[in-house]
């Protein structure tokens, strides 16, 4: 995200600081929203000086980008390159590791589309979630609704949250009033406590509950050549029960107004299985994020680590082409080779040590993707 600016004392503009989806910002003169919120996204036809911002209390606004500060990145994530806030024109950085301190707070479902998984000895990706939501009605009655993304409605009105980071929340939390959008769907869902009265119109959510996941699996743990190809990968269809968190994928970080529970390690909810709600039951209202910080270490193309650094200090940088970092593998093509013609130039591979990032190498040519694991190599 580019553009945009502010004036300096001499009368000229100098650009606004960058601002890119998912930053945490504050404003400098707060307005009838609060003067904290998320960077959400962006329609290419907005006007360079506008920022729509997510707002901790859930409204969508926008702000004047010269009125921002970014006091947090969240979204950063291992891999990406980087650069100093304070220093743009200096060295290139790459991101080994971030810490985000939310580890208190659970999500209201486990898992969210594009997560990583482990059953036994396979690693796979989440690509499809099942979801079962429990209504419960002013009377005390309760039913199950399967599939409800199309069936429930939130009552009164739109959810800038749900619209805006589904994947992080879901469509749906506990305390959340819903409506169904068609008269049949209350009727034909499983009535776990009394029975569908025509009186049942709106509802509040009592329970949000992963009945089932699709999972794509992606690889399996090396078990020797005896034993690799007898283990076939598990079926796509799972039970989240069966399922071992590995991690979340790059979109997965942690937002003001996600909506969140306090976890706790030894907690046993209802499953779906459960066939009643017990209606004098106080069920858990999820919180919301009210703000985030977040550290990561940084590897410098002069060869030293950086750790523990606010994100806020760090600008990400779009492209990586022509940059190269100790531990990167490359192919040192012959001086004054032709490039129509690779394949017959001697060449040398090894692995960067040590470079000169103010001089731009020439004769190099990057391995491909950039693994942290291949960091350790520069180590000290």
């Known amino acids: 995200m580019d553009g945009g600016g502010v004036v300096q004392e001499d009368g000229e503009a100098s650009p606004a600081p960058p601002v890119d989806v998912g930053d945490l910002v504050t404003l400098k003169s707060a307005g009838e929203h609060g003067d904290r919120g ?15 911002v997510l707002y901790v209390g859930g409204a969508v606004a926008h702000a004047e980008r010269g009125d921002l500060a970014v006091v947090d990145r969240s979204s950063l994530c291992s891999c990406q390159l980087v650069v100093s806030a304070s220093d743009p024109g200096g060295q290139f950085g790459v991101v080994v590791g971030v810490e985000t301190k939310l580890d208190l707070l659970r999500r209201v479902t486990d898992l969210g589309e594009g ?32 599939a409800p993304e199309k069936k429930l409605w939130t009552a009164g009105g739109g959810n800038d949250v749900v619209i805006l980071r589904t994947a ?11 409506v169904a959008a068609d008269a049949s769907v209350f009727q034909a869902a499983t009535w776990v406590d009394g029975h569908w009265k025509r009186s049942h119109v709106e509802g509040t959510v009592a329970r949000v509950e992963l009945a089932s996941v699709l999972v794509s699996w992606v690889a399996a743990r090396h ?8 283990s076939a990968p598990p079926p796509h269809q799972q039970n989240p029960r069966d399922l071992t968190f590995v991690r979340s994928d790059y979109q997965g970080y942690w937002g003001v107004v996600d909506r969140c529970f306090f976890r706790d390690p030894g907690r046993h909810g209802p499953t779906a299985g459960d066939d009643k709600v017990d209606r004098h039951a106080a069920f858990e209202r999820p919180m919301s994020v009210a703000g985030t910080r977040t550290t990561a270490d940084v590897l410098r193309q002069d060869g030293t680590w950086q750790r523990g650094v606010p994100s806020a200090s760090l600008d990400p940088f779009e492209t990586h082409v022509g940059q190269f970092f100790p531990g990167d593998r490359v192919v040192i093509a012959f001086a004054g080779a032709d490039d129509d013609d690779d394949a017959a130039a001697p060449a040398r591979s090894g692995v960067v040590r040590s470079l000169d990032y103010k001089a731009r190498p020439r004769a190099c040519r990057g391995s491909g993707r950039r693994a942290a694991a291949r960091r350790s190599a520069a180590r000290p």
């Open 115 to 146: 997560y990583y998984v482990s059953s036994g000895s396979w690693l796979g990706r989440v690509v499809g979630l099942s979801v079962e939501v429990d209504v419960l009605f002013d009377d005390g009655a309760a039913c199950r609704v399967t």
């Open 168 to 178: 992080k929340n879901g469509f749906f939390y506990p305390g959340e009033r819903v």
């Open 38 to 52: 998320i960077v959400v996204y962006m329609d290419d036809d907005m006007p360079e000086d506008k920022v729509p």
């Open 223 to 230: 078990l020797g050549a005896k034993h690799i190809h007898e």
